[in-house]
């Protein structure tokens, strides 16, 4: 059961730990102190209902599919992986250090929300890790150990956000040098890269 759960949970906080539109957002909300519990709370839940639709939709839907192309599936995934530790390697050596953009106005709570909905849903990315990426990974686990998985990757969801908007004036000047994020991003990629490797010994390509 721990292994299902921090499969899951490293693979979110992995896949959601990048500079973008959102995660800026955040950041930038936090070191104004504006709506920081509303908007954390918004994120997480939206990381967690696609989290929870791409791992039950596909479990429901394409059940027979995986069973058969299972070998197939991990296959894709570990290559998916792969690439995307490769773009984050890639991404170390080219970040810039602007983490707070000139966002629209967010004093009000319902603008704010609806600025983060905006960087939330608009982001293809984000129904390809949450719903195809890691929907298409927790097929390994079966039963309980499924579960485990999805509320590890759900939990990393509510312990980035929450942790980026309350912290945010204690990372920001150290996540303002690119160094630190090179760092990170380096290792967001060897996490990558060990779920890929396990993925792809499971599905028989190593």
Known sequence: MPTAYLTGFFLGLSLIVAIGAQNAFVLRQGILRQHIFYIALFCAISDS?????????????????????????????????????????????????????????????????????????????????????????????????????????????????????????LLTPIMQKPSHWQILDSLIALIMFVIAFNLASKGGWL
């Open 49 to 169: 209902l696609l989290i929870t639709f791409g791992i039950l939709g596909i479990s429901y839907f394409l059940n027979d599919f995986i069973n058969e192309f299972s070998k197939i599936l991990f296959g894709f995934a570990a290559l998916w992986l792969f690439t995307y530790g490769v773009l984050r390697i890639r991404s170390a050596f080219k970040t810039n250090s602007t983490i707070i953009d000139n966002s629209p106005n967010s004093n009000n709570l319902l603008n704010a929300i609806s600025i983060v909905a905006i960087f939330t849903f608009a982001n293809p990315h984000v129904y390809l890790d949450t719903m195809v990426l890691i929907g298409s990974i927790s097929q390994q686990f079966a039963g309980l150990k499924k579960a485990y998985f999805a509320i590890g990757a759900c939990s990393a969801s509510f312990v980035w956000f929450f942790g980026i908007a309350y912290g945010a004036k």
